[in-house]
């Protein structure tokens, strides 16, 4: 069974830093991508940052410059900071694993983490 956990998320003022970390397990399929996405109130779930093998990496406009993924494979951990946080980062963060099959891939989400960004 496989299983994401999360951790890193949090309260801070805006201007400051956080890091999140997700370590996946239960798989004997090979990781294609791993990343993040976000979910404010009322809106839906976006992307924020996700890292494909081959070192394909996208980020939201929002968020470049200021996030950085990156994914540690022995682990099967990806990893996201965020720096220069603003209020309207605010929002749980989900991790996201998608595995390659024989024939299709399998997406799976973490819990998800709240991030709170104070002004």
């Known amino acids: 069974q496989v299983q994401l956990v999360e951790s890193g998320g949090g309260l801070v003022q805006a201007g400051g830093s956080l890091r999140l970390s997700c370590t996946a397990s239960g798989s004997a399929l090979s990781i294609n991508a791993m990343g993040w996405y976000r979910q404010a109130p009322g809106n839906q779930r976006e992307l924020v940052a996700v890292?494909?093998?081959?070192?394909?990496?996208i980020y939201a406009d929002s968020v470049k410059g200021r996030f950085t993924i990156s994914r540690d494979n022995a682990k099967n951990t990806v990893y996201l900071q965020m720096n220069s946080l603003k209020p309207e980062d605010t929002a749980v963060y989900y991790c996201n694993v998608r595995y390659r099959g024989r024939w299709r891939d399998y997406d799976y989400w973490g819990q998800g983490t709240q991030v709170t960004v104070s002004s």
């Open positions: 890292n494909s093998n081959g070192d394909s990496t």
